[in-house]
C-alpha cells in the first residue's frame, strides 16, 4: 500500500455562528447543511450529504481550521490532542466552504481535486482566553485539524 500523500491543504478562520461552522458543498442542488443530523451529545461535528458541521465552545470562540485532503488515510497528529471526530461525507460539485453556517468574508472555497466520497477525521483543541472587551463572557480560542481522504482506495 502506498504511502499518503497530502494533495492539499488550506486554513481559514471562519466566523463563528450558533457555535457552529462549517465545510460544505454550499453550490450543491440537493445537499443542505440543515439535512445534516443535529448534534448529539458529547459530538464535535456531524457529516454527511455536502460536508459536515463542527461545533464550538463557549460563549464565544475563535477559531484556525487547518484542513487536508490525502490520496489516502493519514496519520493522526502525534500526539492526538482534544476532541475528536470520525465520520464521511460526499460532494456533488467537487467544490466545499469552509466557513460560516450563515455566510461572511472570511469564508474559504476550496476547490476539491478528486470527487469523493471522502473519509474525515476532525481534532478540536480549545482553550479559555481573556478578552477585556468581554470579561464576563466564556470566550475560546479553538485549533481544528480536519483530515480527509478517499474513502476507496482508488485516487
Do not use: C
Amino acid at each position: 500500500m502506498a504511502e499518503p500523500v497530502l494533495l492539499l491543504r488550506e486554513t481559514g478562520s471562519p466566523w463563528i455562528d450558533y457555535h457552529q461552522f462549517m465545510l460544505f458543498d454550499v453550490e450543491s442542488a440537493e445537499a443542505r447543511a440543515s439535512h445534516l443530523s443535529p448534534q448529539t451529545d458529547g459530538a464535535i461535528a456531524v457529516s454527511g450529504h455536502g460536508g459536515g458541521k463542527f461545533f464550538t465552545l463557549g460563549e464565544m470562540t475563535d477559531v484556525v481550521v487547518d484542513f487536508e485532503l490525502w490520496t489516502a488515510e493519514p496519520a493522526p497528529p502525534v500526539p492526538p490532542e482534544g476532541d475528536r471526530f470520525e465520520g464521511s461525507f460526499t460532494v456533488d460539485t467537487w467544490r466545499v466552504v469552509l466557513g460560516s453556517v450563515t455566510g461572511s468574508p472570511s469564508d474559504v472555497i476550496i476547490e476539491l481535486p478528486i470527487p469523493g466520497p471522502f473519509q474525515l477525521r476532525a481534532f478540536r483543541t480549545s482553550a479559555p482566553v481573556e478578552n477585556a472587551d468581554f470579561p464576563d463572557l466564556d470566550y475560546r480560542h479553538e485549533r481544528w485539524l480536519i483530515q480527509t481522504w478517499p474513502s476507496s482506495a482508488q485516487t
